[in-house]
Nanobody
Framework: QVQLVESGGGLVQAGGSLRLSCAAS????????MGWFRQAPGKEREFVAA????????DYTDSVKGRFTISRDNAKNMVYLQMNSLKPEDTAVYYC????????????????????WGQGTQVTVSS
């Protein structure tokens, strides 16, 4: 399993931008689909975005389409989530996640088939 460490969270005003980063180590990162999830206070953890092992395909939850972009750099073992036009309802702890099998697609990440989780990074959007 890979170990995942997120960074880049913080406090931002509505309409602003943040870029989250996820550093992976200790596993076959370049062969794993990756994703981002979030959990707001009092709510269940929800899928945000996913990217295939090659980076060729991505998937997003409807509420972030057109505002968030997931990307990866396999040479650096990194995954990113660029978040633009942030809204107060985007406030949550954001988690990086790795698929549990190699060469999987975004479908499996979106449905919670997760092999490794990061510790999370807080994103707070003020109105």
């Amino acid at each position: 399993q890979v170990q995942l460490v997120e960074s880049g969270g913080g406090l931002v005003q509505a309409g602003g931008s943040l870029r989250l980063s996820c550093a992976a180590s200790g596993g076959t990162f370049s062969r794993l689909a990756m994703g981002w999830f979030r959990q707001a206070p009092g709510k269940e953890r929800e899928f945000v975005a996913a990217i295939t092992w090659s980076g060729a395909n991505t998937d997003y939850t409807d509420s972030v389409k057109g505002r968030f972009t997931i990307s990866r750099d396999n040479a650096k073992n990194m995954v990113y989530l660029q978040m633009n036009s942030l809204k107060p309802e985007d406030t949550a702890v954001y988690y990086c996640a790795a698929d549990s099998v190699m060469y999987g697609g975004t479908y499996n990440i979106a449905r919670g088939r997760i092999g490794s989780w990061g510790q999370g990074t807080q994103v707070t959007v003020s109105s």
